[in-house]
């Protein structure tokens, strides 16, 4: 792919802060980011939004919303109020989409889990379809259910959209989350013109930590340009982000891993 | 579940030889004991099949055959003759049914490493089906696609054994590997009659090694009775295996965590 297809997900050099995310990208011809709220945070969302706005960057999406499930409705209710929020920093930074990670497991019940993810969804539905704000459903990878996610499959994600059904609701294809699954393909296919975002990083072993050992593109087995493929194909044509949480890139300077990300970016995805 | 349902897969306590494996399941009242090949291989298959003839012991499954892909057709080749010999000591020990661990991926190339699979298990078919040694086709976790089993879903095993087509072939159900499927249920209705081999284990975190992870039965978020009673009401009757491959378990002495397995799997599963 080339440096005008790509996003920087701010979580790849996590020590930054959004004003050197911001001008690593400038400087290096990148056209787009996509922060994580924590970083916002920093300076405050109109700030954000105002240095975002000045440096012409696209934002592909914020991560993240979701988070719905909780054993006890205080709980639920505090899930809520809190994506209310971040679909209004999502507006407020013109983000192209909110991420949803949804879950985690709540007890042992996964069925009840995945109730509470689409009521969930089901409730802030219309407070982003009223700010024009698309919400992106992402699969995570099944090691992540106890703690992260308990929708685990693109297909799933997909049902979930279904059945809930709305224009303003999509999915996001993060490769290392579903690199693996035989159905990958179709399940591609069946999401055309609902792919909200696009995210690339490598699959590495051993993993030391489910949410943080992911690879640096090319170092790994995922077939990145074959998912590619499959997703311009499917009609998603904006920036594919680079999104690596890995402990062992988060301990390495950030213009190094992002000056190895840009180049294998271009060479390996 | 009873302790007259229960099997001792030997990963559970590898440091035990073979002998102590089966004075601990006759002193405990444990009716089955599922070995690896590489116990076996201490003491020479004859001497094994001798030892396990005379305990007594149900064999609920030997482990492992399968590991059919290779880059180039001298390891896709040694693969095969090392199933047949695995065929071979499945028979001499008596065991109930022939594990395969489908994989590991090859390259980058899932649908190639997944033909592989196939054909090994084709070109393997027709030595099992003379031996009467049925051949379980077990779906690891997805974590486990790179290093160990293209195969990552139950459905998928399934898959592959209908499009196989034999009654010699069927499948295992790992509650670690499979639990967080959104299919799993369906699926496991699917496979009635089909099922080889049941075994359990929980799911902890964090993941620290995708092999060697596993939680004791009850410390996790598992609903082991759930899937054990999907299980049961698919058909399968045998003994149910508890496979724990964890550092953890490893590192303390065998026979404590035998108490404390036997103990949970009677009251937790």
Redesign the interface.
Known sequence: MHLSDCSINTITVRSLGLRAVIDEALARGVPAIAPWRDLLATVGTDEAARMIRDSGLQVTSLCRGGLFTAPDEAGRRAAIEDNLRAIDEAHAIGADCLVLVCGP?V????AGS?AMVRAGIEEILPHATAARMPLAIEAL???M???RSVI??LG?AL?LADVIGSPNLGVVVDAYNV????RLEEQIRRASGRILCFQVSD????????LSSRGMIGD????LSAIARSVRAAGYAGPVEIEILSDRWWSQPPGRVLDLALERFVSAA
């Open positions: 497991l007890g042992k019940d996964l995945r990878h099944p090691m259910v106890a703690d685990t499959t799933e049902d690199w693996w699954d035989p699959w590495v072993v051993p993993i030391t930590g489910q790994g087995c995922i077939d």
